[in-house]
């Protein structure tokens, strides 16, 4: 008979790892089969081709410098992390506050979405944007963005991975 406790003492640190080891018992002590059906979709999951038009919305709302646009992306209570590391905004207002500033000192935001993953309601996005300050400097920025979106297609959350310090050099050089 196998000793889960001693098992669990001698090999695995995690309860994570506790429980691979009880599902690896429970598969050696159990026949069983495996099955290839698909799961059903759980109710209110989006398609990729809609995540996928949400993401460009986003997007062209940035580029075209519209703000209530680019907060119509969003659920009442989302939050945007961006870029990761900085505190998180949450909800309408601190979003439209955001969005106002950061997009003030450019006469010009060009995106390009490189990739989408798409995985249940969430996505994950390379791309990159090219800026023109309204004084003609010219800057570059390549990122990464995680979405999350409610059963409606609005973002509950976007957490943006791309270089601050890397930004307000070249927006201050």
């Known amino acids: 008979m196998l000793n889960l406790k001693r098992i669990y003492l001698t090999r695995p640190r995690t309860l994570g790892a506790f429980a691979l080891m009880i599902a690896l018992a429970a598969a ?8 290839v059906k698909a799961a ?3 109710t209110g999951t989006l398609t990729p081709d809609q995540i996928e038009a949400a993401i460009e919305e986003y997007f062209d709302a940035v580029s075209a410098k ?20 900085t505190p998180p905004l949450q909800g309408t ?7 106002t500033n950061i997009i003030a000192p ?3 935001i ?5 990739d989408v993953v798409v995985c ?7 791309w990159k944007l090219e800026l023109k ?24 959350s976007v957490r943006e991975y791309w270089d601050l310090a890397a930004f307000l050099a070249a927006l201050q050089g």
């Not at 050696?28 to 099955?35: D, E, G």
């Not at 519209?66 to 990761?84: H, K, W």
């Not at 207002?93 to 969005?99: E, L, S, V």
């Not at 300050?133 to 509950?156: E, P, S, W, Y």
């Open 66 to 85: 519209d703000v209530q646009r680019y907060v119509n992306t969003f659920a009442a209570d989302g939050v945007l992390e961006d870029p990761v590391g």
């Open 110 to 114: 060009k995106h390009r979405i490189q």
């Open 40 to 42: 059903p979709a759980p």
């Open 28 to 35: 050696a002590i159990t026949p069983f089969t495996l099955s």
């Open 120 to 126: 249940g309601n969430e996505a994950a996005v390379n």
């Open 93 to 99: 207002a601190a979003i439209t506050g955001f969005i």
């Open 133 to 156: 300050t309204t004084t003609n400097k010219h800057i570059a920025i390549d990122g990464m963005g995680v979405f999350r979106f409610n059963q409606d297609g609005k973002l509950v």
């Open 106 to 108: 450019f006469s010009d």
